[in-house]
């Protein structure tokens, strides 16, 4: 019998079909993670709305339409490696390694990256967790084909745009600490980056030596 978690997942999924989500692979992912697993047991009901929830240490778990929307826009597949920066509650992670990519993903909050860790293994998916500052990046496992910012940045942060393999795409969103556009950055040579702004969107800042200062 199909569940009502299932049922309300496939009817999200469905309307990202008309919202631009074109990728099949990236749907089917999507389709296949069971984000209820990823929010506390209060916010379970509302894990199929499309919305970003609360989670722990005051940070949130991404709205799933731009999770498929980031996801899609980074364009790796099967055996890509991928850096995330701000695992948050391990979602956006899992729907890599559900892409069959390699992912690494760095949260700056302790907690969160232990709990996102527990869920992540509980769940099957292999990932690589680090606790730190994600704006500069993990060196040791570059260059990556894609590198994932799930916070809003003051600026592109330049460690990570090195970290990119030639040809490699980095996701960020960019602006003011409460709004920012996304900017799809595409290393186009050893030395040359061309930037895509592809439309408004909300984070929490990414905090850290090439992000906002605080907290
Ligand atoms: N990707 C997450 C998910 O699927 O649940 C949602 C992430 S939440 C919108 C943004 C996360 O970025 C927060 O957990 C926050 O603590 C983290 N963050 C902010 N600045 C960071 C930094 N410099 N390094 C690593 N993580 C950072």
């Not at 749907?27 to 919305?51: G, H, I, T, W």
């Not at 293994?121 to 799930?150: F, S």
Request: net charge negative; with cysteine.
């Amino acid at each position: 019998m199909i569940s009502p978690y299932e049922q309300q997942r496939q009817s999200l999924i469905q309307s990202f079909r008309s919202r631009g989500i074109t990728d099949e692979a990236v749907l089917q992912a999507m389709a296949s993670v069971n984000r209820e697993l990823f929010v506390s047991p209060a916010m379970k009901q509302r894990a199929y709305e499309d919305s970003a929830l609360p989670i722990d240490a005051r940070q949130t778990i991404s709205q799933p339409y731009t999770v498929a929307f980031m996801t899609q826009s980074l364009r790796v597949g099967r055996g890509s490696k991928v850096l995330e920066i701000g695992t948050g509650s391990g979602y956006q992670a899992a729907v890599l390694a559900a892409l069959g990519c390699e992912v690494y993903t760095i949260e700056r909050h302790d907690v969160l990256s232990r709990r996102a860790r527990h869920t992540l293994e509980q769940l099957g998916y292999i990932v690589h967790c680090r606790v730190g500052d994600g704006t500069i990046g993990w060196t040791e496992h570059a260059p990556y084909d894609g590198i994932i910012v799930t916070a809003g940045a003051p600026d592109v942060p330049e460690a990570l745009a090195k970290q990119l393999a030639i040809g490699g795409r980095l996701v960020v969103p960019v602006g003011e600490r409460d709004e920012q556009s996304l900017y799809r950055v595409t290393r186009t040579g050893p030395e040359d980056w061309s930037a895509e702004d592809l439309g408004p969107f909300r984070f929490v800042p990414l905090i850290g030596r090439q992000g906002w200062q605080g907290e």
